[in-house]
Each structure stands twice: as C-alpha cells, then as structure tokens.
C-alpha cells in the first residue's frame, strides 16, 4: 500500500508505509539537456541520491550514486542540485510515480 505525499513544482515524493519504500523524484530541462534525481531508500536503510544527465539531441550521458545515513543530509543535497539546476537555466518538469492502493 503506497501513500502519495504530493505532486508540487516537479517534485514527486511517495513513501510506502508498510513496506518502507521511499522515492523522491526530480526532473529537469534545459534547451538541450536533461537532469535526473532521484532519492531511495535502500533494504538496509541507507539513502542513495542517483544523479543522471542527458543529452536530449544526442546520446551524452552519466550519472551518479552517492550514499547518505541520514535522511537530512540526503534531503538537503537534493535541494542542492535543485537550485544549482535551477539557476543554470533548467526547467522543472511535472514527475507521476506510481504506486498502489
């Protein structure tokens, strides 16, 4: 059973109550390319911040894992990359997650 915590300002965030899943999504684009972050929680309760870039007319791209053991540090490295993005002239887009009931 999955808990939808909320769409707002292409940040998407749901947290599964029994099962301890936890998903924080962000996308972003520029004119040419694309940014991807996502935040998990791994099986032995450790946040990994995945980074992914692309090249929206070519083949470039890479990415990125970092792990974080507490939940605040992890939040605001996100947050982070976030405003970096932002402030490099990318756009937010809209991010759906699905889940179940």
């Keep these: 059973m999955f808990l939808n915590q909320g769409l707002q300002n292409g940040t998407s965030h749901e947290q599964g109550v029994a099962a301890g899943v936890y998903t924080i999504v962000r996308d972003a684009t520029s004119s040419k390319r694309g940014y991807r972050v996502e935040l998990v929680r791994d099986l ?12 929206l007319f070519n083949k470039r791209h890479g990415g990125k894992m970092q792990v974080f053991l507490q939940e605040t540090e992890a939040l605001d490295a996100v947050d ?9 002239g990318y756009v937010r887009k809209t991010v759906l997650l699905g889940g179940g009931d």
């Design 44 to 55: 032995l309760g450790d946040f990994v911040l995945v980074r992914r870039w692309y090249g």
């Design 80 to 88: 982070k990359i976030d405003r970096a993005r932002l402030r490099r």
